[in-house]
């Protein structure tokens, strides 16, 4: 972005223009613009003296609460975070524009209140922002924090990720009063042994009941079926030969409302998203 300097003149004593004064002698080096400023009712110099620190530091609160928006809707736009300065609107227009353009907004800030009156004003309207924006960024963190917990569940190792998105209806022994189904991930390194040992690691075990049913880089995951009673044990031989239980139940209807909760929360962060990239742009 162009840098831009703000340059008060008094009138020419000749009767030229301080525009056209100034436009012409920086015209090999930079293009003039005019900020309009109003008559503003200045008061007496004592109001000025005291008002000068009350505004040094409503600048520099303006300008942090500027730069806290920026850095918001950087984290929102995430992968098109390039297009930062494409979505950083004044007025709807870019902030290049804005400047050139400006014009004092006689509706917010009237001109006839007094300047303190007018910076009250403005430092309310920041306070404002602040707090809004505040808001909005701990919606939106929590949203994406949430969906990001149920990515990761979804597509991290067979330790630790859901199993609902692998498994099938098909690989479980369901509604039996006696039989239960049990999902075991074991390393690759130790397949031959699961394959060997599964079906005497503890009595009633049903026979070749268990089949390969997903792979990572590290981990395989297997089903076996056997009889609830022996499940305890099962579990204690398994950990003793490095093989890892993992602890489900299947049931269709809370898979299913595991995935609408995430395709919820992606729809969510998409809505949040619009709604805050128009909100910083207003």
């Known amino acids: 972005m162009a840098e831009f300097w703000l340059v008060s003149v008094p009138p020419d004593k000749h009767g030229r223009s ?3 004064n100034i436009t012409q002698e920086t015209a090999n080096h930079s293009v003039t613009f005019r900020f309009s400023v109003p008559e503003l009712k200045v008061g007496t110099l004592d109001v000025l003296v005291g008002l000068s620190d009350d505004l040094g530091k409503l600048d520099s609160y303006c300008e942090m609460i500027a730069k806290k928006v920026s ?7 995430e992968e098109d975070r390039d297009k930062l300065h494409d979505n950083l609107l004044a007025n709807g227009l870019d902030l290049q524009a804005y400047l050139q353009r400006f014009q004092w907004d006689m509706a917010k800030f009237p001109i006839k209140q007094s300047l303190k009156a007018i910076a009250d004003q403005i430092s309310k309207q920041m306070s404002q922002i602040e707090a809004d924006l505040k808001t909005k ?3 939106y963190n929590n949203i994406k924090g949430n969906l990001q917990n149920l990515e990761r569940k979804a597509t991290g190792s067979l330790m630790t990720r ?3 998105d692998i498994v099938r209806k098909e690989d479980f022994v369901l509604d039996s009063e006696y039989l239960q189904t049990l999902l075991v991930v074991v390393p690759k390194l130790y397949q031959d042994d699961w394959k060997k040992k599964y079906e005497q690691l503890t ?9 390969l049913l997903f792979e990572d880089g590290d981990h395989t995951l297997y089903n076996v079926t056997l009889f609830k009673r022996v499940i305890d044990e099962f579990k ?3 950990r003793e030969n490095k093989f890892t239980v993992r602890d489900f139940v299947y049931n269709e209807e809370e898979l299913q409302a595991g995935k609408n909760e995430i395709l919820k929360l992606s729809t969510d962060k998409k809505k949040q998203f619009v709604s805050r990239v128009d909100y910083v742009a207003v």
């Open 18 to 20: 301080a525009f056209d």
């Open 71 to 77: 850095h918001y809707l950087g984290d929102v736009l």
């Open 137 to 139: 960024s701990t919606s």
């Open 162 to 164: 859901n199993l609902g």
């Open 203 to 211: 009595e009633m075990v049903a026979p070749r009941s268990s089949k």
């Open 236 to 238: 204690y031989k398994c």
